[in-house]
């Protein structure tokens, strides 16, 4: 496709590290980002993508790098020869085709891939939910430049869960080593979680703690998707509906090192792409590495910067490279969620005293794990007292609490000034529609206090008048008149006596 680019390619820190596990000739199908690209091991790589921007843009990138091959076309263009020892689709199989060949099934792609794949070789394929939780929350807009291929809802043969991937996989002759549920988005997650994981009640907290701290899917949002991921979390739903899935499967005789059951992005790279507006052309990629991630300010656990990786042991969910296992536990803010719900106030001032009291003052509720003996264990560095408290009132204001829990009050109670930040812009059509109905009910409440003081200073005037009238009534009656006279000449004579007393004080 001469002049077409692929925006959003698939990437981000936890698909890197499912990349660094490829070995030998490797073989990437679809648009990566380049530090994807690099972080392969492997000496030979065959890059296809459609577009030949970015063609062009790899293959400058990649000029000095000896055994790095790149190739324009569409996947059925590749020569059904059994060539590579590990074939990567992690962006899945949507953008495998062009304009040269007819629309490409879920099932034709992977029988591709397959066909290029040696025996004993390793396949490490993605797969988005169209019925997943960032399809559910997004708002619906005009089909874009990019929407030209049939959508993956018509497709009878693609994946409809975690276990129908590994079921094709095992059909088609390999054997699914690990499976993952990703969130938030589909192409450039911050949380890959196996079923074990999943299913496991001591990861339940630091899960929700991660899910929360997660960025949004890209794009205009009905609502914030975090907060009910952590709720699909506890009711066993958070595989079915996740925004994409994540197998690694391999032919027998491969036997490779085994990944881990949970992969964590450190908090602060970026999770999801920039959103595009409707209709936007894509544009030309530079040499440059796109969706550069920021710089991370604090991970979910371990040390700043850190991709968390846990591995389920005797001990528990030992972290890769530590000793020993993380502490298990409730995450705070939903702790504290529960009991304002309750509206028990003295339970929610005894937990925001502890928490405000103590060494995990100045971070987040939500990367605090509470333990069962009731210990405050953090998982990011702190950012600040009043910044963690201000964060934890702006999600009783996305519940719909404030009101009964202000910002104030929760500050009052530990002791803390409360942030003067502004309240911040909804970026969801609900946080818009919450924020219109509280100016709407504010602006009415203002209406009817003017109302009320426009009343009772006409009821005011009204009497003042009657009361000016009455006085000029009696003024002008015999009593009126002489008490008048009797008025001014006691006026009269207070002005006398005190100009009396004014000259005999110098003489006394």
Not at 268 to 291: C, F, L
Request: hydrophobic fraction near 40%; include cysteine; aromatic fraction near 4%.
């Amino acid at each position: 496709m001469p002049h077409w680019s692929d925006r959003d390619p698939a990437g981000g820190p936890v698909l890197r590290r499912l990349a660094a596990s490829a070995r030998g000739h490797t073989l990437i199908v679809g648009p990566h980002e380049p530090e994807l690209i690099d972080a392969v091991p492997a000496r030979q790589i065959t890059v296809l993508v459609r577009g030949v921007p970015d063609a062009e843009a790899l293959a400058t990138r990649y000029a000095d790098r000896p055994g790095v091959e790149v190739c324009c076309g569409s996947l059925p263009k590749l020569a059904a020869v059994p060539a590579y020892d590990t074939v990567i689709a992690l962006d899945g199989l949507d953008r495998a085709g062009s304009t040269e060949t007819g629309d490409l099934t879920w099932a034709a792609g992977l029988a591709l891939l397959l066909a290029v794949l040696r025996p004993g070789g390793r396949l490490l394929l993605g797969c988005a939910n169209p019925a997943g939780l960032h399809r559910l929350y997004a708002a619906a807009t005009e089909p874009g430049d990019a929407d030209w291929a049939s959508p993956a809802d018509d497709d009878p043969t693609r994946p409809v869960g975690l276990d129908d991937l590994r079921e094709r996989l095992r059909a088609a002759g390999l054997t699914p080593a690990q499976g993952y549920a990703a969130h938030p988005s589909p192409r450039n997650p911050a949380v890959l979680v196996s079923d074990a994981a999943l299913a496991d009640p001591e990861l339940a907290g630091l899960l929700t703690s991660a899910l929360r701290r997660s960025g949004r899917p890209s794009g205009p949002l009905l609502a914030d998707p975090r907060p009910l991921a952590a709720a699909l979390l506890r009711h066993r739903l958070a595989s079915a509906l996740a925004p994409a899935w994540f197998v690694a499967a391999a032919r027998p005789g491969h036997h490779p090192t085994p990944l881990p059951d949970v992969l964590l992005a450190p908090v602060g790279d970026k999770p999801e792409t920039p959103p595009a507006e409707p209709g936007d052309k894509p544009q030309t990629p530079s040499a440059e590495p796109r969706n550069k991630p920021e710089t991370p300010s604090a991970p979910t656990g371990g040390e700043p910067g850190t991709l968390l990786a846990l591995r389920r042991t005797a001990r528990g969910w030992l972290p890769e490279g530590a000793d020993e296992p993380l502490p298990t536990g409730r995450c705070l803010h939903d702790v504290l969620l529960t009991v304002a719900r309750r509206g028990d106030l003295p339970e929610l001032r005894a937990l925001l005293t502890a928490w405000q009291s103590g060494d995990a003052a100045g971070v987040a509720a939500d990367a605090i794990l509470v333990t069962a003996d009731g210990g405050l264990h953090p998982l990011a560095a702190p950012t600040g007292p009043e910044a963690a408290l201000s964060r934890f009132a702006g999600a009783l204001h996305d519940e719909n609490l404030a009101d009964r829990w202000p910002a104030g009050l929760l500050a009052a109670m530990t002791g803390r000034d409360p942030d003067p930040a502004p309240r911040p812009v909804p970026a969801t059509f609900r946080g818009l529609s919450a924020a219109h109905d509280r100016l709407a009910r504010e602006l009415s409440e203002a209406r009817a206090q003017i109302e009320w003081y426009e009343q009772s200073a006409a009821t005011m005037r009204a009497e003042l008048s009657r009361a000016h009238r009455i006085i000029a009534v009696l003024r002008a009656t015999t009593p009126g008149r002489a008490a008048t006279a009797v008025l001014g000449g006691m006026r009269g004579g207070k002005r006398l006596a005190r100009t009396v007393l004014t000259r005999l004080r110098p003489n006394s």
